[in-house]
């Protein structure tokens, strides 16, 4: 791991959200989430049954700028699902309430608990 | 650093003409406000293209300036 975080930032992203089903990088961790929609995420994949991988854009500044120029998103939490960026709080609150994201964890073959 | 509602619904109608914009202020810091936005210009494009066209009519303030802006988006 630690060649890959001292090559360009956008190599390892793209090699984590390649690499892991489920992404969500936050502020804090998925026990102390340090900011109310960081924690609102998390609580939506935990009652879906999500399992995923997590990253603290906390922990580096270079992280931290890097998502978003990655991503073309000003804030975080973000979530990727197969490689493929879904949404912030806002869009994943909004697809969880429509129904939309248990769908879409279904049809790309991501195991999510029964209804 | 803070924004009042009215310079954010300035920015939104400047790039996004006609559009219908409803702001409210959430905690009264400057800092968290939610924001309706119904603008035809919306029509086929995803929830994240919709956004980003509201995160770019803010000019780079969202994130920083802006801390939080709850975004509820559509076409009609």
């Not at chain 1, 109310?36 to 879906?48: A, E, K, N, P, W």
């Not at chain 1, 999500?50 to 120029?69: M, Q, T």
Request: one cysteine or more; proline letters at 4%.
């Amino acid at each position: 791991m630690t060649d890959q975080v001292t090559a360009p930032i956008n190599d390892w992203l793209k090699s984590e959200v390649g690499s892991n089903d489920v992404v969500l990088f936050m502020k804090g961790t998925p026990q102390f989430p340090q900011c109310g929609f960081s924690s609102t995420v998390v609580q939506v994949l935990d009652y879906l049954g999500v399992p995923f991988a997590s990253h603290n854009v906390l922990e580096s500044d270079e992280l931290r700028s890097g998502i978003k120029d990655f991503s073309n998103w000003p804030t975080v939490p973000q979530l990727y699902v197969k490689g493929e960026f879904v949404g912030g709080c806002d869009i994943i609150r909004e697809m969880f309430e429509a129904g939309e994201l248990r769908d879409l964890f279904a049809n790309k073959g991501v195991q999510v608990n029964a209804a | 650093m803070a924004m009042q509602a009215p310079d954010i619904e300035r920015l939104i109608l400047a790039a996004l003409p006609g559009a219908r914009v409803t702001i409210t202020d959430l905690a009264g810091d400057g800092d968290h406000y939610s924001a309706e936005i119904i603008w035809a210009g919306f029509e086929g494009q995803s929830r994240i293209q919709q956004h980003q066209a509201v995160y770019a009519a803010l000019k780079g303030r969202m994130g920083g300036e802006l801390h939080a802006l709850q975004l509820k988006t559509r076409s009609a």
